[in-house]
């Protein structure tokens, strides 16, 4: 895929790998980050990383979602939103509504 602006050169967008796949910020103020794992080193593992006030504090494994579940082809399987103090988990496949208070 092409992209061309006006006075610059050919950007080949294909080239590109997304650092970061999703983020969402929780009930307690922490930007939750799910990143783009390198699979060659990694080939199963989902983890979030944790933000609070500009620092980072861990990278966990994350259990709620597959790895297929994550990012733009598993947007159409689970979706999660984070209202109020809960998390809820939306799994389209199944028609299932998960819901978690952390």
Do not use: W
């Amino acid at each position: 895929m092409k992209k061309i602006m006006q006075g610059t050169q050919e950007l080949k967008v294909g080239n590109f790998k997304k650092a970061i796949v999703t983020m969402h910020s929780d009930k307690y103020g922490r930007l939750l980050v799910y990143p783009n794992v390198d699979r060659n080193v990694d080939k199963e593992g989902v983890y979030l990383d944790i933000f609070k006030d500009g620092m980072f504090l861990n990278r966990v494994p994350y259990s709620i979602q597959e790895k297929g579940s994550i990012g733009l082809v598993g947007m159409f399987k689970a979706q999660e939103f984070f209202i109020g103090n809960r998390l809820y988990v939306l799994n389209g496949e199944e028609l299932t509504l998960d819901v978690y208070d952390y």
